[in-house]
């Protein structure tokens, strides 16, 4: 399990589209903390909003 805290701060958007397509192959398992809800939404498969 990975735990990412804001991953995509300070990422440029290609950077962004690799990490959200890298994320798309392959499924780990990761806990983030990210305010980006187009990510959210495009990668997670369970979202917990607090």
């Avoid at 959200?20 to 990761?30: C, D, M």
């Amino acid at each position: 399990m990975h735990i990412w805290d804001e991953p995509l701060n300070f990422i440029d958007i290609i950077s962004r589209i690799q990490i959200e397509e890298l994320l798309l192959e392959y499924t780990p398992t990761i806990l983030f903390v990210e305010h980006d809800r187009e990510f959210c939404e495009n990668v997670a498969t369970k979202v917990i909003e607090l």
